[in-house]
């Protein structure tokens, strides 16, 4: 390793040891996103090795997000599975077949996916915000705006 990219790899495992879960869970489909674009640039190069190892990774990924799941929770994460699921298969026959457009297709599915958790983590970090403590009158009295 160069040591200019010692650094970048020390922020990198920082930034993911201190990351929530929603980030940890969008940065995972970032990952899995950039193996399935690395794997299809290889492609082009018909760098068939290449093309394997960064489809592979993808599918690893994914699994991981698999296994995160938390399948006691009920429907929602059933249905996490099987999108995972479908993606693992995209993935696999992409593989298989080197195939750019099936590559193209996960790649979309999976980017909609991230951007809704992206949403999601959003939404709930913004509603768990803390709000301002109500402003109170050392007397005891709300305040009252009299300028009307």
Not at 17 to 25: D, F, P
Not at 64 to 72: C, N, P, V
């Amino acid at each position: 390793m160069s040591p200019s990219a010692e650094p970048n790899e020390a922020y990198k495992q920082v930034d993911i040891e201190t990351a929530s879960q929603g980030k940890l869970i969008v940065m995972l489909f970032n990952g899995a996103i950039q193996r399935a674009e690395e794997a299809k640039r290889h492609l082009g190069g018909n760098n068939t090795e290449l093309v394997h190892n960064s489809l592979i990774r993808a599918q690893e990924i994914i699994g991981e997000l698999r296994g995160a799941l938390d399948m006691s929770t009920g429907e929602v994460a059933a249905n996490l599975d099987r999108i995972y699921e479908y993606f693992q298969h995209l993935l696999v026959n992409a593989n298989i077949r080197k195939d750019a457009e099936l590559i193209d297709n996960c790649v979309e599915l999976m980017t909609s996916i991230r951007d809704t958790w992206e949403e999601v983590f959003s939404k709930v970090a913004t509603e768990e915000s803390p709000k301002p403590a109500p402003v109170i009158n050392p007397h005891g009295s709300a305040i009252m705006n009299l300028q009307g």
